[in-house]
């Protein structure tokens, strides 16, 4: 050894993460809770993960995040047939990393079942948002006395997934909220029992079928969803607890998976909250392509089913799976417009075409501010946006200037581009609508309306858009759009009161949607509105949102009309409403105002005098 | 190789936000505020990552104070090379 690796260098160790996050919570989150939030993003082991956790559930800290703008709490209970101690911890880092601010409920060791069949007394006062059910394998091998039966096993097998059926109902009945359940893993450990290769093949088929039924619930029972933990293991690259934390201290699960758990759990919370990106902005040059097109030519571009070209063709073909699914592409790329739109057109591997793509922007400017305008001609939020580029400078400089935009981090080599678009799970949803399969052709003729509108007076224009407004009640049609609508929109926002399906579906409230259509195109479902009657003869508005699509059209005034005059037919003697400012919804601050009603107590109210009337330009119907 | 007390002090006042100058060799565990069997598996776990071996598991449980922790010996995890 030489002598320079004998020096002491205790003193010269930098902090550990754990102990910037302890220095952190000292000195106060600041206001935005950014330097916690990044801190978080820096841990990736399940045991500074499950650490921080702790540490932030200190006293007083849920309190002070929660007044953190931007935040939202979300109520989670945690149910399972093993020691699950790390998952509230490991939640609770990476919802805080996403924004979302948890507080948890556990029931005691292996509860799960009789939890629900005594009619889920802890759950019913929590109220969860989520009600997660993790469970081993145990669960299922409870019920068998002897573990090498292939017949029994099979047997169980089948009853087990009528019984999780039926468990999962009643929780949701009994909880409210969403069920969260999980396919259950084979350990190699408990497949050993069997000897011969015909016994284990039943085995493995018999538990197969039972995962597969155990997935179909999430088609089956309203306000299920199901996650495939096979998927998790192969995520977490291990699944099952070391042997000796699983006989000392009833752990079924590896710490990683666990980890991989509650990162799923935590995409899953976003996309119930309606926390969802929206679009993705590309780079062209060794992103979509390798090589530099105005360098090399469109020839020599790497792109195609044969290497090297084919880490771009799978880029490429998840894009397109994206914007099928209703994720708006744009290009952001430093190159000359016609040599960038060329290639684009005339490249016989090219899998993008013009139709996938909302906008382009390819010229010299400074990628952040492309974005920026992006987002305000497609009427977005640059937050909604997911940036994906080759080039570690770009990158850096689009983390500086719009921190928002989540910037997917990639290695030189392009090999994994695709499967780190495809596991960040950024645009991940509960359930597609009719809405997001059309999006792309809706965002596409938004950027035309936007070209149309250039040099005429607004109330012209409008007039040339042909502009059909149709107001629909609540129906199992819409009550899923209508809950993303609720869940997603900030900009208009009355009161920011959220509802889950199950809410609005539960009888103490109106609830009706407006589709906006025009002569280029089908705007599908753009506003909701729930009103509530009270005692003394009023309608209450409870909450109102539209979607930043559909702004400055007059939609605001036709659903308020309409809304008015209906109070008045049914013989109400005034309707009120409250506005409730957020950092995002302060173009609504006058919406009252402009509609005609008078300030009163903390809200506002209108006496049916005299009602507005729809615009002129827009033919409004309404749908029984 | 043994765990040392640095490495005791810092991972208990990681873990519990601990003040560290408080934990001494004589600290015994039962004194610690928030120490419970949990919390016995989790410093377990996150001696094990930070020293990169292995500590036995029953050596590791009969540990009264900080000091009888230090002292343990690390066995080391076989690599495959």
Sequence with gaps: ?624 | MTVSQITVAEALADLLDLDETTLTPETLFEEIDGWDSVNALRLLVFLERETGGKLDYNAYMACKSLGDLAALEVQPVAVAS
């Excluded at chain 1, 999006?439 to 149309?452: H, K, N, P």
Aim: charged content about 25%; proline content about 4%.
């Design chain 1, 1 to 624: 050894m030489s002598d320079f690796q004998s020096i002491d260098t205790t003193n010269a160790r930098p902090l550990s993460r754990l102990a910037r996050l302890r220095q952190l919570r000292r000195e106060g989150f600041g206001e935005t809770a950014d330097a916690l939030r990044a801190l978080l993003a820096e841990m990736t082991s399940p045991v500074d993960l499950d650490a921080a956790g702790g540490l932030l559930a200190a006293k007083g800290l849920p309190e002070q995040l929660a007044s953190v703008p931007g935040f939202r709490e979300q109520r989670i209970a945690v149910l399972g047939s093993s020691t699950l101690d790390m998952v509230p911890n490991l939640l609770r880092a990476t919802l805080i990393r996403e924004g979302i601010l948890p507080r948890t409920l556990t029931t005691d060791f292996n509860q799960w079942h009789m939890e629900i069949m005594t009619g889920a007394p802890n759950l019913a006062a929590f109220q969860p948002h989520l009600t997660l059910c993790l469970l081993d394998e145990e669960a299922v091998f409870d019920g068998v006395l002897t573990p090498h039966d292939v017949d029994a096993l099979d047997t169980r097998c089948k009853r087990f997934a009528e019984e999780l059926a039926d468990w999962a109902q009643r929780c949701q009945q009994l909880a409210g909220g969403r069920v969260v359940l999980s396919t259950v893993p084979l350990s190699r450990r408990r497949a050993g029992h069997l000897l011969d290769y015909a016994g284990k093949a039943r085995l493995s088929a018999a538990w197969a079928r039972m995962n597969a039924d155990i997935l179909e619930l999430s088609e089956r029972v309203e306000g299920v969803s199901v996650l495939d933990a096979a998927i998790l293991s192969e995520t977490a690259g291990i699944c099952h607890a070391p042997d000796r934390m699983r006989q000392a201290a009833g752990h079924a699960f590896a710490p990683e998976f666990l980890t991989a758990y509650a990162e799923e759990i935590t995409r899953l919370a976003r996309a119930d909250l309606g926390m969802v990106r929206k679009a993705l902005a590309l780079d062209l040059d060794n992103t979509l392509w390798g090589g530099v097109v105005g360098d090399a030519g469109v020839g020599a571009l790497a792109l195609g089913r044969m290497w090297p070209g084919t880490p771009h063709h799978e880029l490429q073909t998840l894009a397109r799976s994206y914007a099928a699914q209703g994720v708006i592409l744009t290009i952001c790329s430093k190159n000359d417009d016609d040599v960038a739109r060329g290639a684009l057109k005339n490249h016989p591997e090219m899998v993008l075409t013009g139709d996938d793509l909302s906008m382009i922007s390819a010229n010299w400017e400074p990628k952040a501010q492309n974005l920026k305008a992006q987002a305000k001609t497609l009427n977005i939020g640059t937050d909604a946006f997911v940036f994906m580029d080759d080039h570690p400078v770009e990158r850096g400089a689009m983390r500086e200037f719009c921190p928002e935009v989540l910037t997917v981090e990639l290695e030189e080599d392009p090999s994994a581009y695709a499967s780190e678009l495809a596991t960040c799970g950024a645009f991940n949803l509960i359930r597609l609508t009719d809405e997001d399969r059309q999006r792309t052709e809706l965002y596409r003729a938004q950027a035309d309306r936007a070209e149309a509108a250039v040099g005429v007076s607004l109330e012209d224009y409008l007039r040339t858009l042909d502009t059909r407004i149709v107001v629909e009640p609540l129906g199992v049609l819409n009550v899923t759009r209508i809950t993303q609508l609720f869940g997603k929109t900030n900009q208009f926002n009355l009161t920011h009161v959220r509802y889950s399906e199950i809410a609005l579906q539960d009888g103490t409230r109106r609830t009706y949607g407006a589709r906006l259509s025009d002569r280029f195109g089908d705007s599908g479902l753009i506003a909701a509105i729930t009103l509530v009657d009270q005692r003394d003869g009023s309608t209450n508005i409870e909450n109102a949102v539209l979607s930043c699509r559909a702004f400055s059209r007059g939609v605001e005034e036709t659903v308020m009309s309409m809304v008015l005059t209906d109070a008045l037919h049914r013989g109400r003697t005034h309707v009120t409403g409250r506005y409730v400012p957020s950092p995002k919804n302060g173009r609504c601050a006058t919406f009252f105002k402009d509609m005609g009603f008078v300030p009163a107590g903390d809200g506002w109210r209108h006496d049916l005098g005299d009602i507005l009337v729809v615009p002129d330009w827009i033919n409004a119907t309404e749908q029984e």
